[in-house]
């Protein structure tokens, strides 16, 4: 890991101390805020995964050294005053003591995010009956196009009422995330996570056929469903392969 400043340049504070935002470089999600020492910095950059310095404990720790659920480090970056962190990782597990994907996961306030309410009364009713046993019953030969709606209506993802109308992916994006940290029962994402790469490049290339066959319909309806199943399935890939899909919109920006 090259270095473009010395350590003896950052400004830490009165305790030797400087905060460090540690932030999924996949997804972006922030996923904890902890501080560095000198000492903690220097084995970070020299093992590539993350150290901090307890302050409760007055110790060095290593994060994952005892749960397996360690950070390998992408890069790190400092502020215009040089004394806070951004430390870009790939994370082995849940960031957080208590299991989830973040620390961020409590959150007092709510801004142009509300619940789905796009989902038709048909996928509704489909999504109540669409229980945890959800992986199980996708480990035969397949799922129908409804029922796979409904499992993703399922997985609660917030609609993005925003200026941006992409930004359902980057939320989209940030739940799969979590779903492969925490990995909750009856998940229908982790069901595809448990079963490994060639289950979902099967899916994808599931979806791939129905959406081929959509257009070939000449269904809005049918191709605008099937589409969604294949936006998702491949975001699912990209995760599992820890390709941020930043990159492939930065490939996109190249083709111009």
């Known amino acids: 890991m090259t270095l473009t400043v010395n350590i003896e340049a950052l400004r830490f ?38 150290w901090f310095w307890s302050r409760s404990r007055q110790e060095l720790w290593h994060k994952g050294a005892t749960s397996g659920h360690t950070q390998r480090i992408v890069s790190i970056k400092y502020d215009c005053d040089k004394d806070a962190l951004v430390v870009l990782v790939v994370p082995q597990g849940p960031a957080c003591h208590t299991g989830s994907y973040s620390c961020f996961a ?58 941006d109308r992409f930004s359902i992916l980057n939320e989209l994006e940030q739940l799969i995330a979590s779903r492969e940290a925490e990995r909750p029962e009856g998940a229908y994402t982790t069901y595809l996570f448990e079963k490994g790469v060639d289950k979902i490049l099967k899916k994808v290339g599931e979806e791939a056929a129905e959406v081929i066959i959509a257009a070939k319909n000449r269904s809005h309806d049918e191709l605008r469903y099937e589409a969604a ?28």
Not at 229 to 256: G, S, W
């Open 13 to 50: 504070d009165e305790s030797g101390l400087i905060p460090a935002i540690v932030q999924d470089a996949v997804s972006k999600e922030v996923l904890t805020l902890a501080y560095m020492n000198k000492e903690s910095l220097a084995k970070s950059l020299e093992t590539k995964e993350t």
């Open 106 to 163: 409590g959150q007092l306030t709510t801004v142009g995010i509300t619940a789905s309410d796009e989902a038709s009364a048909a996928t509704e009713a489909n999504a109540s009956t669409a229980t945890e046993t959800d992986a199980r019953a996708a480990a035969g030969s397949g799922i129908a196009a409804a029922t796979e709606s409904s499992i993703l209506a399922k997985e609660k993802i917030p609609s993005a009422v925003s200026s």
């Open 229 to 256: 199943d294949l936006l998702y399935h491949l975001l699912v890939l990209l995760r599992e392969q820890k390709l941020p899909l930043d990159d492939v919109l930065a490939e996109l920006q190249k083709r111009r």
